[in-house]
């Protein structure tokens, strides 16, 4: 099992930058495939980015394709997501999520995941 904890999310102005990190408890992290998904006002939960356990392949929603970024990092048990020129739609509470996996792909179907953060809220304003 492990345990999530999201961090650096904030108030920021729009066209600003923002650093999401999320932090997993225990010693298996490099077995873990990523997710960050986010929860905007009265929307469903949707994808954002996701991360193989090695680090070596990602994907993102076509929204934010080119302005976000994803990264992992085995040695510090941590992914973050590097979020560039953010625009107003971009705010939500943003979740990471894990989920155990072997096979070296990504996931980005949130019932694919088994474990999930408690969410950090980003704030975009104008």
């Known amino acids: 099992q492990v345990q999530l904890v999201e961090s650096g999310g904030g108030l920021v102005q729009a066209g600003g930058s923002l650093r999401l990190s999320c932090a997993a408890s225990?010693?298996?992290?490099?077995?873990?495939?990523m997710g960050w998904f986010r929860q905007g006002p009265g929307k469903d939960r949707e994808f954002v980015a996701a991360i193989s356990r090695n680090g070596d392949r990602t994907y993102y929603r076509a929204s934010v394709k080119g302005r976000f970024t994803i990264s992992k990092d085995n040695a510090k048990n941590t992914v973050y997501l590097q979020m560039n020129s953010l625009k107003l739609e971009d705010t939500a509470v943003y979740y990471c999520?894990?989920?155990?996996?072997?096979?070296?792909?990504?996931?980005?179907?949130?019932?694919?995941?088994?474990?999930w953060g408690q969410g950090t809220q980003v704030t975009v304003s104008s």
């Open positions: 225990g010693r298996t992290f490099s077995t873990y495939a």
């Open positions: 999520a894990a989920r155990r996996d072997y096979s070296g792909f990504y996931f980005i179907g949130p019932s694919e995941y088994a474990y």
